[in-house]
């Protein structure tokens, strides 16, 4: 009994070795930003989320992210749209909470709301060997108190625990936490500089790969040190007049790249562009 015990942990322990020594196994994942129906005209944004979601399910990535502010009003029959098309995805489509989700400042009712309506506003999930953590920036835009505790908490113990396990992070959040310079003053479309510094220095020390957001409406490539800031297209409106589309990204195991996706003006119309 003892000889044949011996024998089947000997193939166990091997394949465990073959696992961890696999290389990581290439995939893609779609970037949606502020979808927010009724920006740009609300039967506009109903059918510009629709072309998206046609689009993107052509392009059959492993799943889609979307960057918040996901109706511009948040509504029972605003938010009834919005899941009604989010879920015509045929993979799984994870989203985080804009100011126009759980308002500038959010408050208890806000968030409850939301939480009812939507779902979670921070967690995480993972894919292929990396972990992605959707945020909410709202909390980290205004001290609300207990809620904005919890969610700092939160956020730097999966960080931490995600870095222990050796494996890479992608951050989704809605606001960016710059514009321009990692030095900026604040102002309504970045993060107050106290916390930025803070958020930057996390992500330095706990492998962080890019942090994704929207609510600018219009692009925005940085990075700091190694990591990628991408602010990307709209479906609702875009303030560069850029056309409408969403950022299609590629994950390998010796690159992480994006590239702009314009929603097609026609049927002709649907190739990938480099920034």
Not at 227 to 235: A, C, F, P
Not at 247 to 254: K, T, Y
Request: aromatic share 12%; glycine share 6%; charged share 25%.
């Amino acid at each position: 009994m003892l000889k044949s015990i011996k024998y089947l942990i000997i193939p166990l322990f091997v394949f465990n070795i073959s696992c961890s020594e696999r290389e990581q196994e290439p995939f893609s994942f779609v970037q949606l930003c502020d979808t927010q129906l009724g920006m740009g005209g609300y039967k506009h944004d109903l059918n510009t989320f629709k072309q998206a979601v046609k689009q993107v399910n052509d392009l059959n990535p492993d799943f889609v992210v979307t960057c918040g502010d996901l109706v511009h009003h948040a509504t029972d029959s605003a938010y009834s749209d919005f899941m009604e098309i989010r879920g015509k995805f045929k993979m799984p489509c994870y989203v985080a909470a804009g100011n126009h989700d759980v308002g500038n400042i959010p408050n208890d009712s806000t968030l409850s709301y939301y939480r009812k309506t939507i779902g979670k506003d921070y967690y995480e999930f993972k894919n292929k060997g990396y972990s992605f953590i959707v945020t909410n920036t709202q909390l980290w835009k205004h001290d609300i108190g207990v809620e904005s505790q919890k969610h700092e908490r939160w956020f730097q113990e999966t960080l931490e625990k995600q870095n222990r396990k050796r494996r890479p992070v992608f951050v989704i959040g809605h606001f960016p936490l710059y514009t321009e310079q990692p030095d900026e003053d604040e102002h309504y479309f970045n993060l107050p500089s106290k916390k930025r510094r803070e958020i930057l220095a996390l992500f330095r020390d706990n492998n962080v790969v890019a942090y994704l957001s929207g609510h600018t409406h219009r692009t925005i490539t940085n990075s700091y040190e190694t990591i990628q800031l991408v602010t990307g297209e709209t479906t609702s409106k875009n303030f560069d007049n850029r056309p409408f589309g969403f950022r299609l990204w590629q994950v390998s195991s010796d690159s992480v790249q994006h590239q702009y996706v314009a929603l097609p003006a026609s049927k002709d119309n649907s190739k990938a562009e480099e920034n």
